[in-house]
Nanobody, 124 residues
Framework: QVQLVESGGRSVQVGESLTLSCAASGGTLKNYNVGWFRQAPGKEREFVAAISQSGHSTYFGQFVEGRFAIWRENAKNTAYLKINNLKFEDTAVYYC?????????????????WGQGTQVTVSP
C-alpha cells in the first residue's frame, strides 16, 4: 500500500507559478498512474491532470488551457504538477492520487490511494 504526501502549496499572487510535489512511500510509485485533482471551497473535486506509469503519456482536464504541466521522477518516487500564470480561480486544495490499473482517467473513483492535499491560495 502506497502513501502519498503532497507539498508545495502556499499563498501566491495572480500570475505567479507554482510547483506541487507528490511523494510516495511504502510502495513504488512507478507501478501507478498518478493523477492530480483539486477542490475549491464549496465545489466538487475536479480532475486536473494525470500521467502514466512511465511518464510517456499525459492527460489534462478541459479547463487547463496549457497552463499546467505534469511529470514524474520515478527514481525519486515523486510526481509533480506545475501551474503557470496562476489565476484567482486556481485557489483550491490540490490532491494527488495513484491508480494501479487501467489507462489514464479523470474519474476519481478509479484511483486507489490519495494524499491529504496541499492548499494553494491565489490572491488578486
Amino acid at each position: 500500500q502506497v502513501q502519498l504526501v503532497e507539498s508545495g502549496g502556499r499563498s501566491v499572487q495572480v500570475g505567479e507559478s507554482l510547483t506541487l510535489s507528490c511523494a510516495a512511500s511504502g510502495g513504488t510509485l512507478k507501478n501507478y498512474n498518478v493523477g492530480w485533482f483539486r477542490q475549491a471551497p464549496g465545489k466538487e473535486r475536479e480532475f486536473v491532470a494525470a500521467i502514466s506509469q512511465s511518464g510517456h503519456s499525459t492527460y489534462f482536464g478541459q479547463f487547463v488551457e496549457g497552463r499546467f504541466a505534469i511529470w514524474r521522477e520515478n527514481a525519486k518516487n515523486t510526481a509533480y504538477l506545475k501551474i503557470n500564470n496562476l489565476k484567482f480561480e486556481d485557489t483550491a486544495v490540490y490532491y494527488c492520487a495513484a491508480d494501479l490499473e487501467g489507462g489514464l482517467t479523470a474519474l476519481a473513483q478509479s484511483y486507489d490511494y490519495w494524499g491529504q492535499g496541499t492548499q494553494v491560495t491565489v490572491s488578486p
